[in-house]
T-cell receptor, first 111, second 115 residues
């Protein structure tokens, strides 16, 4: 099977930097992705890491260490609109490609 | 945005009745997924499809079946609805690069209540 662990809640101040960690245990691992979901909305894609290292997309960066089965999402210059739930997800390949999500981290940005 | 439409968007049904949720996509994406979302559980995979007539079970497939007779439609059926299946159901698609899922696109969700 597979499992992904994330903190359930994180609180940070507007303008600050926050890191959301994700550890995973899975077979046939191909990559780690991150999704954002606002209350009442659908998840939307943020980033994908297949190789070790840091991927940067604007204020958001994502990191992967395959040897440690670990990744994180880094959000810089936090804004109130970043208050949302963030999910890591693992891609598993083979003849069929599964996408399995973690339980999510609720980020609250305060003034 | 990928054209993914879920129907119905809201449904209330009685325990023991069959229910079918539809996901329709206009992007010709290869992979399609059904998830349920419940507080504290994140998004849990029910079933997924890697092509027409090719489907497989996810982690919470009991009580659910799926069918994909054409690329654009992926149907989720609750064979005999129970209160534990009250949830928000999301469909997702991915174009597929080989067999690797990178970016998935989600529908707007279906809120199902079983009374």
């Amino acid at each position: 099977g597979q499992s992904l662990e994330q903190p359930s809640e994180v609180t940070a101040v507007e303008g600050a930097i926050v890191q959301i960690n994700c550890t995973y245990q899975t077979s046939g691992f191909y990559g780690l992705s991150w999704y954002q979901q606002h209350d009442g909305g659908a998840p939307t894609f943020l980033s994908y890491n297949a190789l070790d290292g840091l991927e940067e997309t604007g204020r958001f960066s994502s990191f992967l260490s395959r040897s440690d089965s670990y990744g994180y999402l880094l959000l810089q210059e936090l804004q109130m609109k970043d208050s949302a739930s963030y999910f890591c997800a693992v891609s598993q390949g083979g003849t069929a490609s599964k996408l399995t999500f973690g339980t999510g981290t609720r980020l609250q940005v305060t003034l | 945005d990928a054209g993914i439409t879920q129907s119905p968007r809201h449904k209330v049904t009685e325990t023991g009745t069959p229910v079918t949720l539809r996901c329709h996509q206009t992007e010709n994406h290869r992979y399609m997924y059904w998830y349920r979302q419940d507080p504290g559980h994140g998004l849990r995979l029910i079933h997924y499809s890697y092509g027409v007539k090719d489907t497989d079970k996810g982690e919470v497939s009991d009580g659910y079946s799926v069918s994909r007779s054409k690329t654009e439609d992926f149907l989720l059926t609750l064979e005999s609805a129970t209160s534990s299946q009250t949830s928000v159901y999301f469909c997702a698609t991915n174009p597929g690069t080989g067999t690797i899922v990178t970016e998935a696109f989600f529908g707007q969700g279906t809120r199902l209540t079983v009374v």
